[in-house]
């Protein structure tokens, strides 16, 4: 007897839109012979008609699925990243927010992008991570991962958060600032774009490290090696700071802890509609203008 195929739906509750969208595609792919899974947390929000099983939010969650598919923005996406990341099944974003970079389709192509699901037909891109790990006179206080970043700020709004930035075990330098992002690729078109950070193509292996308003001459974005451990070092003498990663997790770090950030063993699997180049896609995200292109000579 043949399985019958599973999709965990991850919907941004609160918006009555979001909730009609998301029964309207669960309906979709239950007519087409699909089991429907939606987390605890959201089932009271939508119709029993349009789900077939519950399931709490947790390494199980998106176990023996084909995919999680999440109606929403980035910051509803990042929250399912977790649950595809813990059952290895990739994640596919139809944008129902406002940029929407980390989505494989926008709202407009819903209809397809349900139609894909049903038959199997995307592209699916590997997505560095990143490994992070706060200690405190070398006991272990948190290890965790994120897929955009790991950010230390301060905790305070009144005070600076001072500390010291080392790359392969050689210090960098050491300043007072706001905070220090330590970011993948995927997430330099997210939190570190705005703190300043350059835009790094998804599919270069690489660290970014972007301080966020600091107080020092030499506080540049830098890029460093997939290979490379980047750490910070909150001052001993300090104030307590926050460790917060891709907006979801956060940490409290007293004086003195130290973050330490390598790049991930375990990628995150992105779904796509269609095979777009990053490019375009940065284009059509940020509006950029590009009037006045006329493209490569042609020959022949």
């Known amino acids: 007897m043949e399985l019958a195929r599973e999709v965990l739906l991850v919907v941004h509750t609160g918006r009555q839109h979001n ?10 792919l239950i007519d087409a012979g699909l089991c429907v899974r939606v987390l605890a947390e959201e089932a009271p929000e939508l119709s029993s008609d349009c789900y077939l099983r519950v399931v709490e939010p947790g390494p199980e969650a998106a ?11 980035d910051g509803t996406l990042l929250r399912a990243a977790e649950l595809a990341r813990l059952a290895d099944v990739p994640v596919f974003g139809v944008n129902l927010g406002r940029v929407g970079f980390l989505a494989g389709a926008d709202s407009d192509a819903l209809d397809e992008a349900v139609a894909a699901v049903v038959e199997s037909r995307y592209y699916v891109e590997e997505r560095m991570t990143i ?10 206080l948190v290890h965790t991962w994120a897929l955009n970043e790991a950010s230390v700020e301060k905790s305070s709004r009144e005070r600076i958060l001072d500390l010291v930035v080392e790359v392969d075990g050689h210090p960098v330098s050491a300043f007072g600032c706001d905070g220090v992002l330590c970011s993948t690729p995927t997430g330099s078109t997210a939190y570190a774009f705005s703190a300043g950070g350059p835009v790094v193509w998804p599919e270069v292996q ?23 451990l ?19 997790r956060q940490f409290d770090l007293p004086p003195g802890a ?43």
Not at 230 to 248: K, R, Y
């Open 63 to 73: 176990a023996g699925t084909e995919l999680v598919l999440v109606l929403g923005g």
């Open 19 to 28: 909730m009609r969208t998301a029964e309207k595609v669960a309906g979709q």
């Open 206 to 228: 690489a660290l970014l490290v972007v301080p966020s308003n600091a107080h020092a001459l030499f506080a540049r974005p830098l890029v460093v090696s997939q290979k490379s």
């Open 258 to 300: 130290r973050v330490e950030v390598v790049a991930g063993s375990t990628p995150l699997r992105l779904v796509r509609l269609h095979d777009t180049a990053f490019t375009d896609r940065l284009v059509r995200k940020f509006e950029l203008p590009v009037q006045g292109w006329r493209g490569p000579a042609k020959t022949g």
């Open 230 to 248: 980047v750490a910070l070092e909150i001052d001993q003498h300090g104030h307590h700071a926050v460790l917060f990663c891709d907006g979801q």
């Open 131 to 140: 490994e992070v790990t706060a200690k405190l006179d070398g006991e272990v």
